[in-house]
Structure formats: structure tokens, C-alpha cells
């Protein structure tokens, strides 16, 4: 099987392909059966996935159709995607890129994969994350499946945060007023970004996809609210200000981390120079505070499809060993390709000149930037606690987050109570999320 090293997108036009609605059955000819398979966006990798997988077949042909946003209605390329679905003239397999969002594929438009899974006797759900496929489920309904992901997580020394898997928002502010006077909860921490890293990136947290309810008045989320208050409207850096010293020296208290690799833990420790830290995660997030996020691709069978045995075998080969195991972007979904890249991260590798090869560095601005060789077992171990722990994913669309975070900054600005501004995000995220509904 040919295999594409990553998943690359947006770089190149894909440029004059055929464009077919829906499914099209062999006809009395002998032509091929042909599915349309939609991007959002260029997305090299599936014409070259697809343009191999067509010489594979006899009785398939695949053709990609390019989704983009309208300029004259404004629509994004996801909504126009979602209104040819639901009125019949839409793809047959839809692939979603970094910014896929749960409301992208609600409204019936999408099959449940699950049924396609559990018939295929080649296919084995147990050699993958489940936890993070499950992740991705709404109404119990396996509608999309990611290809990598990545995740997101908060860290800070055990000695400040503690030993417990996650914390509350009440545990937050506790353990940041000890610090005393001076202390920040991390660099450039003013109203707006405290609010914007906690709050709207874990928001699916108040979100129930599958029946539409919201909790944004509850007690956690006003909590959020008023944390975030504390804090400055500007922030003025120092012109000294040292990103490592601030952490290593307890000036910072919290440390936000996207693991999207191998590497990041030893990275970590490096930053804190082997002091035990503790990944406490986001306030109010079940499991260990980590919070799940889209890779490169999150594709699904649409209900418009008519042969969806044959799209699965094709959504099929980017969840197969041999593909995943060339991940290096974002996690692979497939246990056994991840374990691969933990035995091989824990390997030193040698320049021509015998120098030891760096492989993942942290940069940080004016300063020297920290680099590792390879990782230790616990540092791997630590990579799969943090995957197998998270439980909650962030898939929020730009407008649901944008009304999150107006309404905060009126309550930021001194122009209503916390308890009032939850009250009106409540209202009208209920409002959107009712209309997307699964």
C-alpha cells in the first residue's frame, strides 16, 4: 500500500477535477461506481490517498469536490458543505480539517460509522483510543472519526498544584491566592486571555451535543467568569521578563501545554529541570483536566451515500496501521503506531558529524530554547496517561465561541453582574446549540 507520510493541507490546488453529486450506481456499461469525496479546502493528502486507492479498485472511482466559503452569502465552506447534504446534492464522504467543529455535522447529515466498524471483521475498535473516538461520538452515534489528535492540558509543580488528577474552579483560585502578591497564572495573563484559554476553549464542556442542552449558568462557569475578572485589562511585559524563570522560580503558577507529539512531556521537564510537576489540567474538565483536540482530519460517511460499504474502505486505510504509523504531525489514533513512535523517541540518533540529533525543541522568545534527544520511559508513560485519561473534546465553531466571549467582555468592561452575564451566554448558546442539534 502506497502511504502518504502526513497530512498535509491547504499548501496546493488540487486543480480541475470532476465534480459528482451523490452516489453513482455502475451502470449497464461496466463503468465504475463513482463517490465524491468532499474537503474542505485543498487537501493533497486525500487526492493522493484517493488517486491510490482508485488503482486498487475495480468497481470504485473516487473524485474529490473542494468546499469552499461563499463570499456573496458569507457562508463558510463547512455550511455550504452541510446545506448540499441536507438537501441531497452533497458528498458522499465529507473530510474536515484542523477547525472541524461538532455543529459542522449536526442535523442528521452524517451515518454512524459504528455500524460499518462493527461489521467489518478486519477492522478491531480495541486497537485504537477508544476513549478518544468516543470523544467525538453525539447521541451515543459514531457520526465522525479523527485521524490524529492532539492534547491540551495545564501543568504546573507538584508542590503548588498537588498531587489530584484534576481540580474545580473554587481549587484554581485557592491554590493561586496562596502564591500571595506578584504571583501571575501565567505570562500575559489579562481578563480576556484568562478567560479565553479556560473558558471558550473548554466550553464543549457545557455542551451536550446529542441533546442540546447547555449549563453555561451553573455555578462552574460563573466561577470562570469571576476568576477571570481578577485579573488586569493590559498586561506589561518586562523587558527582563524570562518565560523559563517565571516557571522555574514559582512566578507563574500554570503552564499550558498542547501535546501533539511524543517529545512534549520531556520538553516539560526540561522546563521545570526535572522538578515534579503535576498536568492538573482545565478547571471543571472530568477525567485529568486534558482536553481533547482535532489533529489534521476528522472524516465521516454521509447520509447521502448510497454504497457507504465502499466509502467506509476508504475512510478505512487513513485509520490503518501502515498509514498511521506515519503520523508525526499530531497522535495517531491507532495504539500500536503510537507505541512505535514512543519505542522510537526513546532511541538516540546520530548526525554525520556523531553529534546527538535534536528531536523537538520548545522555543521561547529572546531566550535560549530547550531541546531533547530522546525521551525516558516515564516520560512515555506519561504521554499515554494523558491520552487515555481525557475524556472531553474542544470542537466549538468560531461562532459559538465569538458569542461566549462578547458577552464576557461587556461583563469584563464593569457592565453587568457575572451571574447576569451567564444567564444571557446561556440563553443564546441554548438558542444555537437547539438549532444544530444532532
Known amino acids: 500500500m502506497k502511504i502518504w507520510k502526513k497530512a498535509i493541507y491547504g499548501l496546493c490546488l488540487l486543480g480541475s477535477i470532476g465534480i459528482l453529486s451523490g452516489c453513482e450506481k455502475e451502470n449497464s456499461t461496466g463503468e465504475k461506481t463513482t463517490l465524491t469525496v468532499g474537503t474542505i479546502g485543498d487537501m493533497p493528502e486525500i487526492q493522493k490517498q484517493a488517486e491510490w486507492?482508485?488503482?486498487?479498485?475495480?468497481?470504485i472511482q473516487l473524485e474529490i469536490k473542494v468546499y469552499e466559503g461563499d463570499s456573496v452569502s458569507g457562508m463558510k465552506a463547512e455550511d455550504v458543505a452541510k446545506m448540499e447534504i441536507a438537501t441531497g446534492k452533497g458528498t458522499d464522504i465529507m473530510v474536515y480539517d484542523y477547525w472541524y467543529a461538532q455543529s459542522s455535522v449536526s442535523g442528521g447529515i452524517m451515518q454512524d460509522l459504528d455500524i460499518y466498524m462493527d461489521q467489518d471483521e478486519t477492522f478491531q475498535k480495541d486497537d485504537y483510543f477508544t476513549n478518544i473516538l468516543d470523544a467525538y461520538k453525539m447521541a451515543d452515534k459514531q457520526y465522525v472519526v479523527p485521524i490524529s489528535f492532539r492534547i491540551s492540558t495545564y501543568v504546573g509543580k507538584e508542590k503548588l498544584v498537588g498531587k489530584e488528577e484534576n481540580w474545580t474552579v473554587k481549587e484554581l483560585t485557592e491554590?493561586?491566592?496562596?502564591?500571595?502578591?506578584?504571583?501571575?497564572?501565567?505570562?500575559?495573563?489579562?481578563?480576556?486571555?484568562?478567560?479565553?484559554?479556560?473558558?471558550?476553549?473548554?466550553?464543549?464542556?457545557?455542551?451536550?451535543?446529542?441533546?442540546?442542552?447547555?449549563?453555561?449558568?451553573?455555578?462552574?462557569?460563573?466561577?470562570?467568569?469571576?476568576?477571570?475578572?481578577?485579573?488586569?485589562?493590559?498586561?506589561?511585559?518586562?523587558?527582563?521578563?524570562?518565560l523559563q524563570k517565571a516557571f522555574r522560580e514559582e512566578q507563574a503558577l500554570l503552564y499550558p501545554v498542547s501535546v501533539s507529539d511524543v517529545y512534549r512531556t520531556a520538553l516539560v521537564n526540561c522546563m521545570f529541570e526535572n522538578e515534579p510537576v503535576n498536568y492538573i489540567g482545565y478547571p471543571g474538565v472530568e477525567g485529568?483536566?486534558?482536553?481533547?483536540?482535532?489533529?489534521?482530519?476528522?472524516?465521516?460517511?454521509?447520509?447521502?451515500?448510497?454504497?457507504?460499504?465502499?466509502?467506509?474502505?476508504?475512510?478505512?486505510?487513513?485509520?490503518?496501521?501502515?498509514?498511521?504509523?506515519?503520523?508525526?504531525?499530531?497522535l495517531p489514533i491507532h495504539r500500536g503506531s503510537l507505541d512505535k513512535w514512543l519505542k522510537e523517541a526513546q532511541e538516540i540518533e546520530y548526525k554525520e558529524n556523531g553529534e546527538e540529533k535534536i528531536k523537538a525543541e520548545t522555543l521561547f522568545d529572546g531566550e535560549e530554547s530547550l531541546g531533547v534527544t530522546l525521551i525516558t520511559a516515564e516520560d512515555a508513560k506519561q504521554v499515554l496517561e494523558l491520552i487515555e485519561n481525557a475524556t472531553t473534546l474542544s470542537a466549538i465553531d468560531d461562532e459559538l465561541r465569538n458569542i461566549i466571549f462578547e458577552e464576557a467582555t461587556v461583563y469584563f468592561a464593569g457592565d453587568r453582574k457575572a451571574e447576569e452575564t451567564a444567564k444571557i451566554i446561556q440563553n443564546r448558546a441554548k438558542v444555537y446549540v437547539g438549532e444544530r442539534v444532532y
Open 175 to 242: 491554590c493561586f491566592d496562596s502564591l500571595g502578591e506578584g504571583a501571575v497564572l501565567f505570562p500575559g495573563d489579562v481578563n480576556t486571555v484568562v478567560f479565553s484559554y479556560l473558558a471558550t476553549n473548554s466550553a464543549d464542556n457545557y455542551i451536550n451535543w446529542g441533546t442540546g442542552e447547555c449549563s453555561f449558568d451553573g455555578e462552574s462557569f460563573i466561577q470562570l467568569l469571576e476568576f477571570a475578572n481578577r485579573f488586569p485589562d493590559t498586561f506589561v511585559y518586562d523587558e527582563d521578563l524570562s
Open 53 to 59: 486507492f482508485n488503482t486498487t479498485q475495480d468497481a
Open 288 to 330: 485529568n483536566g486534558g482536553i481533547i483536540a482535532n489533529g489534521s482530519m476528522v472524516m465521516g460517511i454521509t447520509t447521502n451515500c448510497k454504497e457507504p460499504e465502499m466509502a467506509w474502505q476508504f475512510v478505512k486505510t487513513f485509520l490503518e496501521e501502515e498509514y498511521q504509523d506515519q503520523i508525526r504531525e499530531y
